[in-house]
């Protein structure tokens, strides 16, 4: 048998014979194969598209491909939610492109049009080919993203029939010029949002105020869209695509698709000789581990892919694993991640398709439906947020319904350890529900004022964005951004863009351009959000495995100047932060103690970053920065104590400033368990005192302006949430708290002072005056 078909329980014994991996090991499932459902073809899918499926060896679809096949020609709004490679995007693209080859037929070639959307450009040009392999080519299948020349936009506008593009590009490119799209629109049939259970939180509910833009103009040019949705298996995708376009939806959910078998291995990185932050015991990191086994699976021929958390983690994981490997063998390993160029991302997504690649250690940009058939063993160098986003991870392996490997390393962090120690909480869960709240006037606010830019807003308009609208929009005209005229509509009336003041991602601004300072050259890019913390003087940059020292951040201009530089370090933002109670929207009395929800403002700042060694985590030194302070107004969940709770758990009050930090920094931990969200979406702030409560208060906030709809999931679900926070604290083996229950990546304080023993029994003191309805296991 070739090395790169090789059963997945002998490339995991492979992993775990090699130099004595066995105690790393914490738990192994065996999900088992499944035999296919087929359907016959629907008549109304044309001749020419079951020919040319047929010809990619697609004899009759599954089950569920006819079920939406069915919904999406009755003009219904319906969301594919199944497995991985389970078929989702011919559900679509059989009805889609049938319509648009009869639209082919009218006099000037274009009936029919349909719009289809991605969060990531690989992915919409990946959808692209598969356009172009099952429709012929009087159906005109084109990009039209921010890497699309000026010349081929017209050429869009005018004459493609199916327009692949993103949110981003839909929101400022063609929605505010919608007079020049006139003649796509009017004939618009069908929408396409895919990977759909990526639009969460902030992003997620810009994206479904920018859906509710392109209804409205639609209607104006009288088009009324089905919009046909794919996601990775959620809690309710029905409600979720309701959100996400304001529409009633069908939800296809039953996966007839064949899957092979998968063995899904929990893994846990060994502790090292080393010490970190306040003496704590240090595990190798996840990417570190992830480096070694790649280089391992590289050798035996195995083809895989590493997830990894950050831009830095692609980088490094691929440099390592180059490094251990021979040279012909090097050469097959790439990183894969966003900031590159739109030409080397071109470049490694054709060798991975190609099979040219044997490994690539990636970021979540190639988490989306990209097709990488031919994958064998896939490893997840940490927790990837949610149980959404780790079976679509995992599900990148065995694509072709061959055998897979799946490894998730656990990183020194409370979820990764208490996740790789209680598999229940990975394997007998349902996914989460997508979060995502298109009602926060801080995004919807933007919205009205774009909607109006576009066409003056109607009273018949207000509805279609929800129930703020009204009251938001004579909160508008106060501020001299809307003007509403004798004719009773609302109209824009600055000179600017509307459309520009939109922050879609949510990322904080314009992108920070990283320059090489000798040549000038522009390396790439990073949200203007991360910034402080990622290319803030002194940091060390990672891009295409060469490092780089950041020499200047110009924040006016919005550039780091980086110098090529080889440290044996790593550096890490610290800041400092306060948090203010600006309104209590609810308030549960737990016993003496509280649980609340509301609106807080947040006052952040970088101060200065820690320089860790490369291998082992290690604290080298700190250097002291001078950045400005940033301050956010967003959403929270807090609860406090009182001093008797305090007496009564036997916790003095020399000793509550460690209690809570630690029990802060451990529930920001395990939130992700709870809602879709990562810990970096997520802050907290424990006080001994507040000035706004004047208790001992701990509160966890969403890190986005307005609230993302975290936090609120979190008081939703606080009990069980902080029961798990308890437990895995309490079970954690160290002796006074470590990464792997209370220690924080990003704590601004050094993570000090920690008290473990006293987050346990703060915890229990709180959770025993939960509500008998909300206790649960507590």
């Given at each position: 048998?070739p090395?790169?078909h090789?059963p997945?329980?002998?490339q995991?014994d492979?992993l775990?014979?090699s130099r004595?991996r066995?105690d790393r090991l914490?738990?192994?499932?065996?999900?088992?194969?499944?035999?296919?459902?087929?359907?016959?073809?629907?008549e109304s899918i044309?001749p020419?598209?079951?020919?040319?499926a047929?010809?990619?060896?697609?004899?009759r679809p599954?089950?569920h491909?006819?079920?939406a096949?069915?919904?999406?020609k009755a003009?219904?709004?319906?969301v594919?939610?199944?497995?991985t490679?389970s078929?989702?995007s011919l559900g679509y693209?059989a009805?889609v492109?049938s319509?648009?080859l009869t639209?082919?037929?009218a006099p000037n070639?274009?009936?029919?049009?349909?719009?289809y959307l991605?969060?990531t450009?690989?992915?919409?040009?990946?959808?692209?080919?598969?356009?172009t392999e099952?429709?012929?080519?009087r159906?005109?299948a084109?990009?039209?993203?921010?890497?699309?020349p000026p010349?081929e936009r017209?050429?869009?506008?005018?004459?493609?029939?199916?327009?692949l593009t993103n949110?981003?590009?839909?929101h400022?490119s063609?929605?505010p010029?919608?007079?020049?799209?006139?003649?796509?629109?009017?004939?618009?049939r069908?929408v396409?949002?895919d990977?759909?259970?990526?639009?969460?939180?902030v992003f997620?509910?810009h994206v479904a105020?920018?859906l509710?833009?392109?209804?409205?103009?639609c209607r104006?040019?009288?088009a009324?869209?089905?919009f046909l949705?794919?996601?990775?298996t959620t809690?309710d995708?029905?409600a979720?695509?309701?959100?996400l376009t304001?529409?009633?939806?069908?939800?296809?959910?039953?996966d007839a698709?064949?899957?092979?078998?998968?063995v899904?291995?929990?893994?846990e990185?060994?502790l090292?000789e080393?010490v970190?932050?306040?003496?704590?015991?240090?595990?190798?990191?996840?990417?570190a581990?992830a480096?070694y086994?790649l280089?391992d699976?590289?050798?035996?021929g195995?083809?895989?892919v590493a997830?990894v958390?950050?831009?830095?983690a692609?980088?490094?994981?691929?440099?390592?694993?180059?490094?251990?490997l021979e040279p012909?063998l090097?050469?097959r390993v790439?990183?894969?991640?966003?900031?590159?160029?739109?030409?080397e991302?071109r470049?490694?997504?054709r060798?991975?398709?190609s099979?040219?690649?044997l490994?690539?250690?990636?970021?979540s940009a190639?988490?989306l439906?990209i097709d990488?058939?031919?994958l064998?063993?896939?490893l997840?160098?940490g927790y990837p947020?949610?149980?959404?986003s780790l079976?679509?991870?995992?599900?990148?392996?065995?694509?072709?319904?061959?055998g897979?490997?799946a490894?998730?390393?656990a990183?020194d962090d409370?979820?990764d350890t208490?996740?790789?120690h209680?598999?229940?909480?990975?394997f007998?869960r349902?996914?989460?529900?997508?979060?995502l709240?298109p009602?926060?006037?801080?995004?919807?606010a933007p919205?009205l004022?774009?909607?109006?830019?576009?066409?003056?807003?109607?009273?018949?308009d207000?509805?279609l964005?929800g129930?703020?609208a009204?009251?938001?929009?004579?909160?508008?005209e106060?501020?001299?951004?809307?003007r509403?005229?004798?004719d009773g509509?609302?109209?824009?009336t600055?000179r600017?863009r509307?459309?520009?003041?939109?922050d879609?991602r949510?990322?904080?601004?314009?992108?920070?351009?990283i320059?090489?300072?000798s040549?000038g050259?522009?390396?790439?890019?990073?949200?203007?959000a991360?910034?402080?913390?990622t290319v803030h003087t002194?940091?060390v940059?990672?891009h295409?495995g060469?490092?780089y020292?950041?020499?200047?951040?110009?924040l006016?201009?919005?550039?780091a100047l980086?110098?090529a530089?080889?440290?044996?370090?790593t550096?890490?933002?610290?800041?400092?932060?306060s948090?203010?109670?600006?309104s209590?929207?609810q308030?549960?009395?737990w016993?003496?103690?509280t649980l609340?929800?509301?609106s807080?403002?947040?006052?952040?700042?970088?101060v200065?970053y820690?320089?860790k060694?490369?291998a082992?985590?290690?604290?080298?030194?700190?250097t002291k920065?001078?950045?400005?302070?940033r301050t956010?107004r967003t959403?929270a969940?807090w609860?406090?104590v009182?001093?008797d709770?305090l007496?009564?758990?036997?916790?003095?009050?020399d000793?509550?400033p460690?209690?809570?930090?630690?029990?802060?920094?451990?529930?920001?931990?395990?939130?992700?368990?709870?809602?879709t969200c990562?810990?970096?979406d997520?802050?907290?702030?424990s006080?001994?005192?507040?000035?706004?409560?004047?208790?001992?208060?701990?509160?966890?906030?969403d890190g986005h302006p307005?609230?993302a709809?975290f936090a609120?999931?979190?008081?939703?679900?606080?009990?069980?949430?902080?029961t798990?926070t308890?437990?895995?604290?309490r079970?954690?083996?160290c002796?006074?708290?470590?990464p792997?229950c209370v220690q924080?990546?990003k704590?601004g304080?050094g993570n000090?002072?920690l008290?473990?023993a006293?987050?346990?029994?703060?915890?229990?003191?709180?959770l025993?005056g939960?509500?008998?309805?909300d206790?649960e296991s507590t």
């Amino acid at each position: 048998m070739p090395p790169s078909h090789r059963p997945p329980e002998a490339q995991l014994d492979l992993l775990v014979a090699s130099r004595g991996r066995s105690d790393r090991l914490t738990h192994t499932e065996h999900l088992p194969a499944r035999q296919g459902r087929h359907a016959p073809w629907p008549e109304s899918i044309r001749p020419e598209i079951r020919a040319a499926a047929l010809d990619l060896g697609i004899r009759r679809p599954w089950t569920h491909q006819v079920e939406a096949m069915n919904l999406a020609k009755a003009g219904q709004t319906v969301v594919i939610a199944t497995g991985t490679a389970s078929g989702k995007s011919l559900g679509y693209l059989a009805p889609v492109l049938s319509e648009l080859l009869t639209g082919t037929e009218a006099p000037n070639g274009r009936g029919s049009t349909a719009l289809y959307l991605a969060p990531t450009k690989a992915l919409a040009a990946d959808q692209r080919r598969r356009a172009t392999e099952l429709a012929p080519e009087r159906v005109r299948a084109a990009l039209y993203d921010g890497d699309t020349p000026p010349q081929e936009r017209e050429w869009v506008r005018q004459y493609a029939s199916y327009v692949l593009t993103n949110p981003d590009m839909l929101h400022r490119s063609i929605l505010p010029a919608h007079p020049r799209w006139s003649s796509f629109l009017k004939t618009l049939r069908y929408v396409v949002v895919d990977e759909c259970h990526s639009y969460r939180g902030v992003f997620g509910s810009h994206v479904a105020q920018v859906l509710r833009r392109l209804r409205r103009v639609c209607r104006r040019y009288g088009a009324d869209p089905a919009f046909l949705l794919a996601s990775a298996t959620t809690a309710d995708p029905a409600a979720t695509a309701e959100r996400l376009t304001g529409l009633p939806a069908h939800a296809v959910t039953e996966d007839a698709s064949p899957r092979g078998q998968m063995v899904f291995a929990l893994w846990e990185p060994p502790l090292t000789e080393h010490v970190g932050e306040q003496g704590a015991p240090v595990r190798r990191t996840a990417t570190a581990e992830a480096a070694y086994l790649l280089t391992d699976l590289v050798t035996a021929g195995t083809r895989t892919v590493a997830f990894v958390r950050s831009r830095r983690a692609a980088e490094l994981v691929a440099l390592q694993a180059q490094d251990n490997l021979e040279p012909q063998l090097a050469n097959r390993v790439a990183a894969y991640r966003g900031g590159y160029l739109p030409e080397e991302r071109r470049a490694l997504e054709r060798d991975l398709y190609s099979g040219r690649l044997l490994g690539l250690a990636s970021t979540s940009a190639l988490e989306l439906g990209i097709d990488v058939s031919g994958l064998d063993a896939v490893l997840l160098a940490g927790y990837p947020g949610t149980r959404a986003s780790l079976w679509q991870q995992a599900g990148r392996a065995g694509r072709e319904a061959q055998g897979a490997l799946a490894v998730l390393i656990a990183r020194d962090d409370p979820l990764d350890t208490y996740l790789v120690h209680h598999p229940e909480a990975l394997f007998a869960r349902p996914v989460e529900a997508t979060v995502l709240d298109p009602d926060n006037p801080h995004v919807l606010a933007p919205h009205l004022c774009a909607a109006a830019a576009e066409l003056p807003l109607t009273e018949a308009d207000v509805e279609l964005f929800g129930p703020n609208a009204a009251a938001l929009l004579p909160v508008l005209e106060r501020r001299g951004l809307l003007r509403r005229r004798a004719d009773g509509a609302w109209y824009w009336t600055r000179r600017e863009r509307a459309a520009d003041a939109v922050d879609l991602r949510g990322t904080g601004g314009a992108p920070v351009q990283i320059v090489e300072e000798s040549t000038g050259r522009l390396l790439g890019t990073v949200d203007a959000a991360a910034a402080h913390t990622t290319v803030h003087t002194g940091a060390v940059h990672l891009h295409q495995g060469r490092s780089y020292l950041v020499r200047e951040l110009d924040l006016e201009h919005s550039v780091a100047l980086v110098s090529a530089a080889n440290p044996s370090y790593t550096t890490a933002a610290r800041d400092i932060t306060s948090i203010s109670v600006m309104s209590t929207e609810q308030t549960v009395a737990w016993g003496e103690g509280t649980l609340n929800f509301g609106s807080v403002e947040v006052v952040n700042q970088v101060v200065g970053y820690l320089r860790k060694r490369i291998a082992t985590g290690e604290v080298l030194g700190e250097t002291k920065l001078d950045l400005p302070p940033r301050t956010l107004r967003t959403r929270a969940v807090w609860w406090t104590v009182t001093e008797d709770q305090l007496l009564d758990a036997v916790i003095p009050f020399d000793q509550l400033p460690g209690a809570a930090h630690a029990a802060e920094h451990a529930s920001i931990g395990l939130l992700p368990l709870f809602a879709t969200c990562d810990r970096w979406d997520i802050g907290g702030v424990s006080v001994p005192l507040h000035p706004d409560t004047l208790l001992p208060t701990v509160f966890v906030y969403d890190g986005h302006p307005g609230g993302a709809g975290f936090a609120e999931h979190g008081f939703r679900h606080a009990a069980r949430w902080l029961t798990a926070t308890r437990d895995a604290i309490r079970a954690c083996e160290c002796a006074r708290g470590c990464p792997s229950c209370v220690q924080s990546p990003k704590c601004g304080n050094g993570n000090d002072p920690l008290d473990k023993a006293g987050a346990v029994r703060l915890l229990g003191a709180l959770l025993a005056g939960a509500p008998a309805d909300d206790a649960e296991s507590t």
